[in-house]
């Protein structure tokens, strides 16, 4: 093998370096969108509950409000019949009557100002929620046009090395562009790999005197016998 056809293979080596950690970024830029819209997608779903929350405490004030009403109503008509009987008897049983009747109303009283607790609580923790989504939409929009940005820039450069490396791979002879491009199909990604003091620069197996000489001599593509990058003498 020529020293050229080395060069050339290298070179072509390190383009598709290139090309491989500009996708690398490109698909962790995509992923960092995709965790960013999830997260967001959470906050919002966290927001909607608490909205649900702040609906059903109104519903329940609503409902105290209606008993305690409902009861004052009651304990006024009651008040008022107290005061129309004469009789002692019927004056009695009114009283136990307004007794039970100021009773409920007072649990009425009590439940409607707890509901009206409840209700300041779940408001506030939805205002908070609404104002923390807010502020993670914008943080969350900033990013993402950042990364629309950053990932078109990418995309353009990628298609520039792709062209630059396809104009380099034409001019390497076909059979040794194949053998290059079958042992980058394989297993490794790095397809050339120096002999070093004896070994294979990629899996450190010791290669024959014999297969070192014709590696210098470069008359043939020689692949390591282990790992299957080609091996080329150590510069
Ligand atoms: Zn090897």
Known sequence: MESQVVDELLSLQEMDGEIARSRVELSAMEEESRLLEERLEAARRGESAIAVRVEEADRALRQYERTVQAGRATLKRLQQRAQEVAKQRAAMAARVEMDAARQNLDSAETAMLEGMQVQDRVRAEHQAALEALELEQQAADER?????????????????????????????DGSVRSVYDRVRAGRTSEALAPVVEGVCGHCFTSIPLQRQAEIRGGKALIVCETCGVILHADR
């Open 144 to 172: 993402l046009s950042e990364i629309n940005r950053l990932s078109a820039e990418l995309a353009d450069s990628l298609a520039i090395q792709r062209d630059r490396r396809e104009n380099r791979a034409l001019r390497i």
